[in-house]
C-alpha cells in the first residue's frame, strides 16, 4: 500500500511536469467542432492543460471565434477517475502496477469525409504516464442533425489492466432546469412514458438482462432543457444507446446545476480485462438535439434511422400474416396449407410459421420442450419446410419462419448434449424463465451452432423469404463455462458475439428480412436493428394498449421498423384493430376462414388501400397532433418530402358525456397547395362516426391554421383520412 502511495505522488510530480512541458508546446487553444447543418458540438483543446473540454453543445453557432475568448474551457470531455475529477467518471482504470488513475490529454484528431452527408471526427487522448489511449468518435449525420459518439479504448502495457467504467458518451449541460423523459415497462406493457424534473445527485436509468437491452426500461430518454418540452416547443436532445444489453445512461446534477449526462454499456458487474494491444470499442451512443421540441427529434431520427440505423430502411417491406395467435403450437400440414391460401386471399405476402414447428424426441407442442433442436417436427411437417415453402410458391406468396437460435429448453437433445454450452451456475439450482436458459454466446462452438442453425435452413431451404427471430429470456443465475474467472465479461462478451453472429449471417445474406423479437418489445435497439428490418413491438395486440404503445415507439423508431398485427386480443371492431396496426407496419394474425363475407372485403379492401399509402407512413414525415397521454384522443399524421400525399389517424380514446373535440390543426403541408380530404377504411356495415370531413377540398394554409374536424363522439372509433393534393 505504502509503496502504491509513494509511487503515485511520484507519479504525480511527474505528470505536472508533462503538464508543465505540454503547456509549452500546445500553448493556444484548439477548438475542435463536430457539427451537422443545425447542431454545433464542439470541443476546445486548453493550451494551459492540455485536457480536452466540451465547450458547447445546442443550435448551430453563426460563429465559433467567440468561444476561443471564454476563458473557461467547459467540462471535461471524457471525464477520468483517479485524479482530480469528484464526479461520475466517464473511464475508470487500474493499471497493470496497480495504480488506480488515468489522466487523459489531448494527443490530436483528424476528420474523415466518407461522403458529403457524413463527418467522422477522431480526436485522440492518451495518459502522460501509461501508454493507454483513448478514442474519441464523432460522427456527425449533417442532413439529419443526428450525432453517433463511441470511443475506443487501447492500452500498450507489458500486462492486462482492468476497465471498470467505459461510457460511449459524456455530455453536459448548463441549463435552469432539466426535463428527464424516460421510458418503462414489462412484458405487454412497453413503452410507458413518464416525466420528472431532475434533481441534484445522480439519476440513472439502466437495465441488467443481459440478453436484451430492455423491458422494464428503454434505452431511449428525452432530456429538456430549461422548460418541458412539447411536440414543436422546446430545447431538448433525444438520446439512445445502440446496444442490445445492459445499458446505463447516468445523469448527475452537480452543485453548480450543471448536468453531465455519461451513456454506455451498464457497468455494473462487468469489469473488462483489456489484453495489451486489444481495442475495447464501446457501442453508439446516438442523440439529436431540436430547439423546435420532440416532433422535430423525432422526425431527425426517422430520417437517421431509414437511412442508417435499420436495415434496409428505405426500402419497402411484405406484409404478413402470422399464425401464433391462431393456432399457437397446434397446426399440421393441411392447416398449414390453408393458412397460405388464407395469405392470398387476403391480398398479404408472406405467411410467417410462428413457433412449434420443430423438435421429434421431445416435440414442441407446448413451450416446456423442443428448443434448441431445430428439425422439422416429422409428425407436424412430415414434408419439412421446403415443401410449405414450395407450397406457398404455388399460390404466390412467400413463406417466413420462427427460430429462437440462441435458447434452449431442458427437455432437449441439445442440452442432454451440450450441457456446457448453457449458462448456468454451479451450486445453484437451474432458474428457468418461460421453461428456458440461455445459450452461452461467449463459446465459439456454441457461435458455430447458431451460425449454422439458421445458415443450415435457409442453405436447405432458399426459398424462405422471411425470419422471426425471437429471444424469451433474459440472464439470471448465469455463469460461462467457457469465460473461466472471466465471468465479469459475460453481458459484454455475449451481445459481441451475438453481432458477430449476425455479421456472418449478414455477410451471406445482406437482405433477407428478418424481424426483431424478444416476448414482446424486449430487444428494440439500434445495435441489433444494423441487422434486422423491423421489431415486434409487444405481445400486447389490444388496439387500445397499442395507442400507448405505438406512441411511445414512435418518439425513437420510425414506423416502417414497428410491426402492429391485427389479432383476436381487445373487444374493439375490426376496423379499429386496423386502424391502429395501420400506423406502423400492419400485419395480421387472426383466423380468415372466421371473418364475415363484409369484414374479409373490409380487410381486403384495407390492405389495398395500405399498399398504396405505406410508402407515405412507413418514409414520410410524422407528425404527432394530439396525445393519448393529454387528451381522450390520438390522432397524428405522415406527409410525403413533395407535400402532396399525406395520411391522418385519428382514435377516440374515450367520450365522456357532452365531450366535444376541437378542429385539429395539421402540420407539415404546404400552405400553398390545395388537398382533397377522403376517407378511406370506411366499414360497410354497423355505425361509423366521425368522418364528416370526407370529400371536402381546402388549402394547406386552411388545414394548418384552422383546422380539420379529426375524432368522434364514440370511444373506441378512428377514423383514417388519405390527403392528397
Ligand atoms: C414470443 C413472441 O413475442 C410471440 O409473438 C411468439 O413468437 C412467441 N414468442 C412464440 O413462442
Not at 489522466?103 to 469525409?113: A, F, Q, R, T
Not at 440472464?475 to 467457457?482: D, L, P, Q
Not at 465479461?489 to 449478414?506: A, E, K
Not at 418514409?619 to 381522450?632: K, Q, V
Amino acid at each position: 500500500m505504502k509503496k502504491i502511495l509513494l509511487s503515485l505522488i511520484f507519479l504525480y510530480s511527474i505528470s505536472s511536469l508533462l503538464i508543465g512541458q505540454t503547456q509549452a508546446g500546445l500553448q493556444k487553444d484548439i477548438l475542435i467542432s463536430t457539427g451537422t447543418s443545425n447542431v454545433d458540438l464542439v470541443y476546445k483543446v486548453n493550451g494551459r492543460d492540455g485536457r480536452l473540454y466540451q465547450s458547447y453543445i445546442g443550435a448551430k453557432l453563426g460563429n465559433l471565434l467567440s468561444l476561443n475568448q471564454i476563458r473557461d474551457a467547459g467540462h471535461l470531455a471524457y471525464a477520468t477517475f483517479g485524479t482530480d475529477n469528484l464526479f461520475e467518471p466517464a473511464i475508470r482504470m487500474t493499471h497493470n502496477d496497480g495504480n488506480p488513475s488515468l489522466e487523459l490529454k489531448y494527443v490530436s484528431h483528424n476528420v474523415e469525409k466518407p461522403n458529403a452527408n457524413i463527418t467522422i471526427t477522431h480526436i485522440l487522448l492518451k495518459d502522460p504516464e501509461y501508454p493507454v489511449e483513448v478514442t474519441l468518435n464523432i460522427k456527425s449525420f449533417s442532413a439529419e442533425d443526428v450525432i453517433e459518439q463511441w470511443v475506443e479504448i487501447v492500452q500498450k502495457e507489458a500486462k492486462p489492466l482492468t476497465i471498470y467504467n467505459y461510457a460511449s458518451s459524456m455530455l453536459h449541460f448548463d441549463a435552469s432546469k432539466y426535463w428527464l423523459t424516460q421510458f418503462h415497462g414489462d412484458w405487454a406493457e412497453e413503452m410507458k412514458m413518464q416525466e420528472n424534473e431532475l434533481t441534484s445527485g445522480i439519476k440513472i436509468l439502466d437495465t441488467k438482462l443481459g440478453t436484451r437491452a430492455h423491458m422494464y426500461q428503454t434505452p431511449v430518454f428525452f432530456l429538456s432543457l430549461n422548460e418541458k418540452s412539447d411536440e414543436n416547443n422546446g430545447e431538448l436532445i433525444a438520446g439512445t444507446l445502440g446496444w442490445s444489453g445492459n445499458f446505463q445512461f447516468l445523469f448527475e446534477v452537480d452543485e453548480k446545476n450543471s448536468l453531465r449526462v455519461i451513456s454506455g454499456i451498464n457497468p455494473f458487474a462487468s469489469e473488462y480485462t483489456l489484453q495489451p494491444g486489444k481495442v475495447f470499442k464501446t457501442p453508439s451512443f446516438i442523440f439529436t438535439y431540436s430547439n423546435q421540441g420532440k416532433g422535430l427529434a423525432s422526425r431527425n431520427l426517422h430520417h437517421w434511422a431509414t437511412s442508417y440505423g435499420i436495415l434496409d430502411g428505405n426500402g419497402p417491406r411484405m406484409l404478413l400474416l402470422n399464425n401464433w395467435e391462431t393456432t399457437y403450437f397446434k397446426f399440421d400440414e393441411p392447416k398449414l396449407n390453408g393458412l397460405l391460401d388464407d395469405t392470398k386471399k387476403m391480398g398479404l405476402d408472406v405467411f410467417l410459421l410462428d413457433d412449434g414447428w420443430f423438435a421429434n424426441k421431445y416435440p414442441r407442442n407446448d413451450d416446456k420442450a423442443g428448443l434448441g433442436d431445430w428439425q422439422e417436427n416429422k409428425t407436424k411437417l412430415p414434408d419439412g419446410l421446403g415443401y410449405l415453402v414450395k407450397e406457398a410458391d404455388k399460390r404466390g406468396v412467400k413463406f417466413g419462419i420462427w427460430i429462437e437460435p440462441e435458447m434452449v429448453n431442458p427437455k432437449s437433445e441439445l442440452y442432454e448434449s451440450h450441457p456446457d454450452w448453457i449458462l448456468k451456475l454451479p451450486n445453484r439450482p437451474e432458474h428457468y424463465y418461460r421453461n428456458q436458459l440461455v445459450l452461452d454466446l461467449t463459446n465459439p462452438k456454441v457461435q458455430e451452432f447458431v451460425y449454422n442453425t439458421v445458415d443450415g435452413m435457409l442453405t436447405k431451404n432458399p426459398g424462405i423469404a422471411f425470419i422471426k427471430w425471437d429471444c424469451n429470456r433474459m440472464m439470471t443465475n448465469a455463469y460461462s463455462v467457457y469465460l473461466k474467472d472471466k465471468q465479469s465479461q459475460l453481458y459484454i462478451d455475449y451481445v459481441n458475439n451475438l453481432y458477430n453472429v449476425l455479421d456472418r449471417l449478414r455477410q451471406k445474406y445482406p437482405h433477407l428480412p428478418i424481424m426483431l423479437c424478444s416476448g414482446g418489445g424486449g430487444r428494440v435497439d439500434y445495435g441489433a436493428l444494423r441487422y434486422f428490418t423491423d421489431f415486434w413491438a409487444s405481445d400486447d395486440t389490444d388496439p387500445l394498449e397499442r395507442i400507448y404503445i405505438q406512441w411511445g415507439y414512435s418518439y425513437f423508431f420510425p414506423s416502417v421498423s414497428v410491426c402492429n398485427h391485427i389479432t383476436s386480443w381487445g373487444k374493439q371492431s375490426l376496423k379499429f384493430k386496423t386502424d391502429v396496426a395501420m400506423m406502423g407496419k400492419m400485419g395480421y394474425d387472426i383466423p380468415v376462414n372466421e371473418l364475415t363475407e363484409k369484414e374479409l372485403k373490409f380487410s381486403q379492401d384495407a390492405i389495398a388501400n395500405y399498399k398504396r399509402l405505406s410508402d407515405i407512413i412507413w418514409h414520410g414525415d410524422l407528425y404527432r397532433l394530439a396525445s393519448p397521454y393529454e387528451g381522450n384522443r390520438a390522432v397524428l399524421m405522415y406527409v410525403n418530402s413533395a407535400k402532396n400525399k399525406a395520411v391522418l389517424f385519428a382514435y377516440t380514446l374515450n367520450a365522456r358525456y357532452g365531450e366535444s373535440f376541437n378542429r385539429i390543426r395539421l402540420q407539415g403541408l404546404d400552405p400553398a397547395k390545395t388537398y382533397k380530404i377522403q376517407e378511406i377504411n370506411v366499414p360497410t356495415e354497423g355505425k361509423h362516426t366521425g368522418g364528416s370531413e370526407s370529400g371536402k377540398t381546402y388549402s394547406g394554409d386552411y388545414l394548418m391554421k384552422i383546422g380539420l374536424n379529426a375524432g368522434s363522439s364514440t370511444a373506441l372509433t378512428s377514423n383514417v383520412f388519405e390527403i392528397t393534393e
